[in-house]
């Protein structure tokens, strides 16, 4: 009789357990499956509200005052001051450092860009080295950028020379 107790209570315990762990089971699947679909619904809302960085941090090389055909390095910082209709316009502070005269020299501009590859900028020196610059850009990369400057030295009204400039940035 004791054995037939114990098998009957073993087969009821089987039986119950293959009841309630696949219950269980299902409720962590339906779970996992909840997870995976709000997983997915953040990536999306990520991807839809992705902006470009508002400010970028680079380093630039330029022929403007480089006398024997050194190229003048520099920093350059951007910041995103407004979106017009889905584009930028941007404060751009640039400083070089003018290595046939062992000084700086350093611009602010406010450049605009009608497209995400091309910008356009004008701005003034903070310095002595010149009066004003205009330019127009072409974004190569998100990162690489290469440009051309109209700058006035400052010595003359008339000296206006045309200068290159090229380098990368990195935003945050």
Do not use: C, W
Not at 126 to 139: E, K, L, M, R
């Amino acid at each position: 009789m004791n054995k037939r107790l114990l098998y009957i209570t073993g087969f009821i315990l089987l039986i119950f357990s293959l009841i309630v762990f696949p219950v269980r089971a299902e409720d962590d699947l339906e779970t996992r499956l909840e997870l995976i679909a709000a997983s997915q619904r953040l990536e999306q809302e990520g991807h839809e509200a992705e902006l470009p960085a508002r400010h970028q941090f680079g380093f630039s090389f330029t022929n403007f005052r480089s006398g024997s055909n050194m190229m003048n390095p520099g920093v350059r910082l951007e910041n995103q001051l407004t979106d017009l209709g889905g584009r930028p316009l941007k404060l751009i502070t640039e400083a070089y450092y003018i290595r046939a005269a062992s000084d700086f020299s350093g611009f602010i501009s406010l450049a605009f860009e009608p497209h995400e590859l091309v910008y356009f900028g004008a701005g003034g020196a903070i310095d002595s080295q010149a009066d004003y610059q205009a330019f127009a850009g072409v974004n190569i990369t998100e990162n690489i950028f290469v440009e051309a400057k109209v700058i006035n030295s400052g010595e003359d009204s008339d000296d206006i020379n045309v200068y290159f400039s090229t380098g990368f940035k990195i935003g945050f």
